[in-house]
């Protein structure tokens, strides 16, 4: 099973991230990602979910036109975990190109 992060960790980890904010009521990170346009949007879900298949990692997400809106959580662990962390900073690495 995975673990999900303690206190502490989550409390070294959360600052590390670029623009990802806490959701306490599910234990997840939220970001919002906004694109040129449509194309620019779904080329990123494109290569987000192909690095979330390898990861077997996958987000909740939602795209209108040419924003993405994606949630992280680690279900079987309840709530963060270091999953959590290492896929938001490959989502990172996609948007920034």
Same mark, same amino acid.
């Given at each position: 099973m995975i673990a999900k992060l303690t206190d502490g960790e989550r409390s070294d980890l959360l600052p590390t991230l670029d623009g990802w904010a806490h959701e306490p009521q599910r234990d997840a990170l939220t970001k919002r #990602?906004? +694109?040129?346009?449509? !194309?620019g949007a #779904?080329? +990123?879900?494109?290569? !987000?979910?192909?690095l979330a298949e390898k990861a077997d990692h996958h987000p909740e997400w939602s795209n209108v036109y040419n924003r993405v809106d994606i949630l992280l959580t680690t279900h079987d662990a309840g709530g963060l975990s270091q999953r959590d962390i290492e896929m938001a900073r490959q989502i990172d690495a996609v948007a920034k190109g």
């Open positions: #990602f906004t +694109f040129d346009d449509f !194309v #779904f080329g +990123f879900m494109t290569q !987000v979910a192909l």
